[in-house]
C-alpha cells in the first residue's frame, strides 16, 4: 500500500518568513495530493491541493509542487503570520482508490 | 459552506461496552469514510463506504467494528466492545465523486476516551 512520510516534525519560523514542509510518497499510481491544516482539538481541514498532472499551484502564500519523477511534493508558505501556527499535515491518494494516506504531520509554530 | 456534521463531540464509555459515532455527510456526497487520529498522531484510514456498502477497509477496522448508513442521512460507526486503545478522535469524511481527486471534507470529530 501507500506510505507517506513527511518531515519535518517540528517547524518554528519568525513572522514573516517562508516555511517549506516536505513529502514523499511510495506508490507511484497515487495523483491527488491535498494539504490540511489541523488546530488544536479541531478537525482537518484542506488548504490546497494538488493532481499530479500538474508541478505547481499556489492560492495566495501557499503553494504546493510536486515531483512526480521524484515521489515527493512540498508545502510553501510564504510571509507566515501567527495564525498559521498548526499542524499541517500532506496525503496522497489514488484515482481509483478511496482511502487518503496521510504523513505524519509537521507542527509548525509562527513567533510573532 | 455545507459541512460535515457528528454527533456526540465527546463520547466518554467503558470498556467492553458498545458505542455508535454518528455523522451526517454533506448530502450531495456519494463516497464516505471514518477516520481516526490518536492524540498526537496521525490521521488513519479505517473505512470508506459507497453504494451502501464497504468499498475498502484498513486492517485496524476488525470484526468489531461495524459501519451503517441506515437512512438517507446518518452514516454511523459501531464499535462493538470497546478497548482501552480504540481511545482516540473519530473523524467523519465525505467526498462528492472519486475519480479526479474531489475534496475530502471532514466533519468536526468525535473524541471517543474509553476508561
Known amino acids: 500500500g501507500e506510505n507517506v512520510e513527511q518531515h519535518p516534525s517540528t517547524l518554528s519560523v519568525q513572522e514573516g518568513d517562508s516555511a517549506v514542509i516536505k513529502c514523499t510518497y511510495s506508490d507511484s499510481a497515487s495523483n491527488y495530493f491535498p494539504w490540511y491544516k489541523q488546530e488544536l482539538g479541531k478537525r482537518p481541514q484542506l488548504i490546497i491541493d494538488i493532481r499530479s498532472n500538474v508541478g505547481e499551484k499556489k492560492d495566495q502564500r501557499i503553494a504546493v509542487t510536486l515531483n512526480k519523477t521524484a515521489k515527493h511534493f512540498s508545502l510553501h508558505i510564504t510571509e507566515t503570520q501567527p495564525e498559521d501556527s498548526a499542524v499541517y499535515f500532506c496525503a496522497a491518494s489514488r484515482g481509483s482508490a478511496r482511502q487518503l494516506t496521510f504523513g505524519s504531520g509537521t507542527q509548525l509554530t509562527v513567533l510573532p | 459552506e455545507p459541512e460535515v456534521t457528528q454527533t456526540p463531540s465527546h463520547q466518554v464509555t467503558q470498556m467492553g461496552q458498545e458505542v455508535i459515532l454518528r455523522c451526517v455527510p454533506i448530502s450531495n456526497h456519494l463516497y464516505f469514510y471514518w477516520y481516526r487520529q490518536i492524540l498526537g498522531q496521525k490521521v488513519e484510514f479505517l473505512v470508506s463506504?459507497?453504494?451502501?456498502?464497504?468499498?475498502?477497509k484498513s486492517e485496524i477496522f476488525d470484526d468489531q467494528f461495524s459501519v451503517e448508513r441506515p437512512d438517507g442521512s446518518n452514516f454511523t460507526l459501531k464499535i462493538r466492545s470497546t478497548k482501552l486503545e480504540d481511545s482516540a478522535m473519530y473523524f467523519c469524511a465525505s467526498r462528492m465523486e472519486l475519480t479526479g481527486g474531489s475534496p475530502l471534507h471532514f466533519g468536526n470529530g468525535t473524541r471517543l476516551t474509553v476508561t
Open positions: 463506504f459507497y453504494n451502501n456498502e464497504i468499498s475498502e
